[in-house]
């Protein structure tokens, strides 16, 4: 089992006088249900879970029941299972809880009742067929489960020294050195190449084979595949579309999500709720255009075109591969050895967002114009830190030239903090702008 960073989020609610029920939600495949038992493990004296994705009826009938008399609930759980809950150190887990829909209500009455604490696990991905966000009751925790991100997979190669050293390295603005810096791409390019999906990682690792691992990636892919075809009419076929058309807009010069790739004709408004399905199944990471950098922590406008980066950038090497042996076999060969311009640059950009997902950032993104009005420029990712904002470029390739920053911190100097280019080389200032090894993204 690997470390991961939520096992501790999911302490500190533990911890709490006055705890709610906890519900860990998530995408198919980042590992919900194998974090939630090693909780259980772990941190309680007895846990039973049921895995309602079997939709039996007579379980959904005793969580009906369960609301008016949660203890004989508990009393038939223990008969069925044969273990025995302990009151004030028990716990309750009811995974895929999106499948019966009095679940979450279940579980509050079994924990104002039955002094046991109630774990619930959300699929995100196998959520239904409707757009409607689910609603959280009152006196729950939600905490979201990502990919692994680039620590969490150092942790699980068994290092726990690179980080604090690269912190320091990003905090004094110091380089790295060569060869250390050179080490630290190359397991960077691995996870690029892997990803963060626990069973991937742990297959790599175990065999060091990225086709052995390409297998698992292709059956997480299948799976997402099965609740897309779980829909039915026009958006079924429309999230298809655009599940299935994700390489190509990020593989285009602008990364924006153009309809045109989808369907020949087609005008962004009709894949609109698509898009949202995808986002609130946890599929695709949404980045906003947003022109007006005091908006940014606003509700942005999500009326023009957004870029959709794939939840994890391994699994979008083997969505873009088409499940082809020998075109897998080339993209992972061309990411391990640093030609990163590979798909135009996409894995390296959508590894950049995944990664500012992972540290807590909304994705936005800007398009402006500046004194010539015939010339747009953009810059691929805006954060905002100590008032001001951070604008980002990602160069895959040549990382010397960067325009569209240079433009960006003349219109908008004075609300604008460090600039960023985000590259494969080494950490180096020059001037106004921070050349920052990919590696350190996590950092921002």
């Avoid at 007895?46 to 008399?69: A, P, V, W």
């Avoid at 774990?119 to 409707?130: A, E, N």
């Avoid at 969490?152 to 050195?177: C, M």
């Avoid at 640093?338 to 993104?365: C, I, P, T």
Wanted: net charge positive; hydrophobic share 35%.
């Amino acid at each position: 089992m690997f470390k991961r960073k939520i096992y501790d989020r999911m302490v500190s609610w533990k911890e709490e006088g006055k705890r709610s029920v906890l519900i860990i939600e998530g995408a198919g495949g980042v590992g919900k249900t194998s974090m939630v038992e090693e909780f259980g493990k772990n941190e309680y004296g007895s846990y039973i879970r049921i895995d309602l994705s079997k939709k039996s009826r007579s379980m959904e009938g005793m969580l009906l029941d369960c609301q008016s008399d949660p203890m004989g609930f508990v009393v038939r759980l223990q008969a069925m299972t044969g273990r025995k809950l302990i009151p004030y150190d028990g716990l309750v887990i009811l995974d895929s809880i999106q499948e019966i829909q009095c679940a979450r209500q279940a579980m509050h009455s079994i924990r104002s009742e039955c002094h046991l604490d109630c774990i619930g696990v959300f699929s995100k991905t196998s959520r239904g067929m409707t757009l409607e966000k689910t609603q959280t009751c009152q006196g729950e925790t939600v905490l979201e489960m990502l990919p692994m991100d680039f620590e969490e997979f150092l942790w699980a190669r068994g290092d726990s020294v690179s980080v604090p050293i690269l912190r320091t390295i990003f905090d004094g603005r110091e380089s790295l050195g060569g060869g250390s810096c050179r080490v630290m791409m190359d397991r960077f390019s691995d996870y690029m190449a892997v990803g963060g999906m626990p069973q991937a990682v742990e297959i790599f690792l175990s065999t060091g084979n990225f086709m052995e691992a390409e297998k698992v990636k292709r059956m997480i892919l299948r799976s997402y595949g099965a609740c897309i075809g779980r829909l039915s009419g026009i958006l079924g076929r429309r999230v298809s579309q655009v599940f299935d058309g994700i390489p190509s807009n990020l593989s285009s010069r602008s990364r924006m999500f153009s309809p045109c790739k989808v369907e020949s004709g087609s005008r962004n408004r009709q894949y609109r709720r698509a898009v949202e399905w995808l986002e609130a199944a946890g599929l695709i990471n949404v980045c906003i255009r947003e022109d007006d950098p005091d908006r940014i922590g606003a509700d942005a406008e999500r009326g023009s075109r957004p870029k959709c980066y794939f939840l994890d950038t391994g699994l979008l090497v083997t969505l873009a591969s088409g499940f082809d042996t020998d075109v897998a076999r080339g993209m992972y060969l061309s990411i391990t050895k640093g030609r990163f311009s590979a798909g135009g640059g996409m894995f390296f950009e959508n590894v950049v967002a995944q990664e500012l997902k992972a540290h807590g950032h909304d994705l936005v993104f800007t398009v402006f114009r500046h004194k010539d009005v015939t010339t747009q420029y953009e810059v691929d990712f805006l954060i905002p830190g100590s008032g001001k904002i951070s604008p980002i470029e990602v160069k895959s390739s040549a990382s010397s030239r960067h325009k569209s920053l240079d433009v960006f911190m003349e219109k908008f100097g004075t609300r604008t903090d460090t600039a960023y280019v985000i590259h494969s080389k080494d950490l180096r200032v020059d001037g106004k702008v921070v050349y920052l090894p990919i590696y350190m993204t996590m950092f921002l």
